[in-house]
């Protein structure tokens, strides 16, 4: 354990942003900013916008599930290097609360980097509150 | 059974689409199409652009699980009827094969509904292709 | 997918049962009985016991899960084969009805048996009953 | 928060050990220890014994789900009072690692707990070890 929380990241916030921007064109458009990367942990934020919202004037679970995924492979990648060709293999969500119209920030941690698989877990909020809006589960299978 | 099977879809194709370009303005953008709506079960499908790629040449995470819940919602107004207000509270994803360039179609089926849950799975393939490509299930609380 | 249909099962309703019974204690408690295996399906049946009951008069958790859990052992084993240390990495669980007091049946089903990942899904019903109890998906790792 | 943190729980280990053994049959036999329980959190421990093994020489995977699926019933509990017909209505398990032949530690603790549903997970380890063997979520319907 000592070992592992020395380690520092073995991707960067930029490498990572460069990454998505380059393979992911939608990931131009969500704009998510990489506030934090550790060694097996991510913390990603994205800004509000119209774009967001669903009936009932909450944010939509396409961003939420979006935001989860993309946090997640940052966290992977920060494990196991710049590997763009890690894909998701499972996800599980519980929508806890309605976020408001504001940022969300998400946060991931790897439970478990094998050699093949990588686990997970992600907790989103809305920037400046406590209360889980979503709590996420998955894995990544590796290449 | 008998009943169920010979009662009609409680919301039109018309109404769903409407609704969700009306209360959710990424749809418009998404362009889901409703191919069939039955009482507790839907088929949507959206065309293949290339915003929905990823690193490796594959449609991405977030495009699926849009289609899942979309369709998963479609299917959930066909039983309970128009009532925008239903929300998402759980949805998991295995994602079993890499999807192809193409148009992917999300057939939704209702497992249950009950008078606060509505509990149902999605088949997700390539058109044209029998095989999965993502296999969801997921909860809508109902008002 | 026609070669898939002429297969048959690599393992037999025997094999799996001795296997189960030898490496397995538990599983000469539950007392499953294999109905059927196909290449890639199986369905397993358990009589109903009274330990099976919690709360409420219905069948608990366990019992539902550890159904689940071994006919999607036996789908796996079906496909690839005598390969005991075959294990769970994840299992997804609904819980649709609360159960009656009778036998349950399993009937799982691959949804993709790749290299290193197996993941399927079960339907849960009482004995002479259409109506799902529960709904799991989940993964095997192949060794 | 800080009500919620100087809260106790609405149900004592006793209570709670008692309520499982009447209700639920095969709890007698599981022996689950209650070693804490706070407002909206259960930490539940089971001995080791050898009916819990399978192929490899592993605990099995219906022994960790009972154990999650208990654990968070003590949770829920502990925020709601005593309502033994409080269900389960879905769970999902990530099995990370093969735990070693010891007792396991099921620590639940709840994310959102609303008039409807209760949302929480559960981390399990074997005594005496930091690693995650098992991580859980979950979703109790309330009566």
Redesign the interface.
């Known amino acids: 354990?000592l070992a592992r929380m020395t380690e520092t990241a073995r991707i960067t916030a930029e490498q990572f942003t460069t990454?998505i921007h380059e393979?992911?064109?939608?990931s131009r458009?969500w704009a998510f900013e990489v506030l934090s990367l550790g060694y097996g942990t991510a913390t990603l934020r994205i800004g509000f916008r119209?774009?967001?919202?669903?009936?009932?004037g909450?944010i939509?679970?396409?961003t939420l599930?979006?935001l989860a995924?993309t946090a997640l492979y940052a966290a992977v990648l920060s494990r196991v290097g710049f590997e763009?060709?890690a894909?998701?293999?499972?996800?599980?969500?519980?929508?806890?609360?309605?976020p408001a119209q504001a940022a969300l920030l998400g946060e991931a941690t790897l439970?478990?980097c094998g050699k093949?698989?990588a686990?997970g877990?992600v907790r989103i909020r809305s920037e400046g509150s406590?209360a889980?809006v979503t709590?996420a589960?998955g894995?990544y299978?590796l290449p």
């Open positions: 354990m990454l393979t992911i064109p939608l458009v119209e774009e967001q919202l669903r009936a009932g909450t939509n679970g396409p599930m979006t995924d763009p060709l894909v998701t293999s499972d996800l599980s969500f519980k929508f806890l609360r309605k439970l478990r093949r698989l686990v877990e406590d889980l709590h589960t894995t299978a």
